[in-house]
């Protein structure tokens, strides 16, 4: 028997997780996301793994949620899922000019993308509680 299950909820849901834990993580730890870039910049290897995990997430995301226009939270998460497929194809073609553009944006205003991306993660979370109070799966 195949089980339904509400692949924009839990999209949504996880993908809120995920930024929540990422932005508290970044206040915890002023300058993380920094060593990181650096890292990342520093490294072809973690470059092409990272673009290549970003582009599968996101096409993922992409593919799972459809694009109706009764349901916002599965447009917004499909919109998500499409700029996640060009973040990754930008890369992995152009890293050395993305993250110069990141270290550029963090420098100064660290905190204020951690606590965007924690606020950004529970906007998601909670949409997400509400897609599944409204779309229940038997």
Do not use: K
């Given at each position: 028997m195949v089980q339904a299950i509400d692949a924009t909820g839990w999209s949504g849901f996880l993908l809120g997780l995920a930024a929540m834990a990422a932005g508290v993580g970044a206040l915890r730890k002023p300058g993380i996301w920094r060593t990181m870039i650096d890292e990342v910049e520093a490294s072809p290897a973690l470059q092409f793994v990272c673009g290549m995990l970003e582009l599968l997430v996101g096409a993922i995301v992409y593919l799972a949620n459809p694009f109706a226009g009764t349901d916002?939270?599965?447009?917004?998460?499909?919109?998500?899922?499409?700029?996640?497929?060009?973040?990754?194809?930008?890369?992995?073609?152009?890293?050395?000019?993305?993250?110069?553009?990141?270290?550029?944006?963090?420098?100064?205003?660290?905190?204020?993308?951690?606590?965007?991306?924690?606020?950004?993660?529970?906007?998601?979370?909670?949409?997400?509680?509400?897609?599944?109070?409204?779309?229940?799966v038997s």
């Open positions: 916002i939270l599965a447009c917004a998460i499909r919109i998500l899922g499409g700029f996640m497929m060009a973040e990754a194809l930008i890369i992995l073609g152009f890293v050395d000019i993305y993250t110069q553009f990141w270290l550029r944006n963090l420098a100064g205003m660290h905190r204020g993308w951690a606590f965007f991306t924690v606020l950004v993660g529970l906007a998601l979370t909670l949409a997400s509680c509400w897609h599944f109070t409204l779309n229940p």
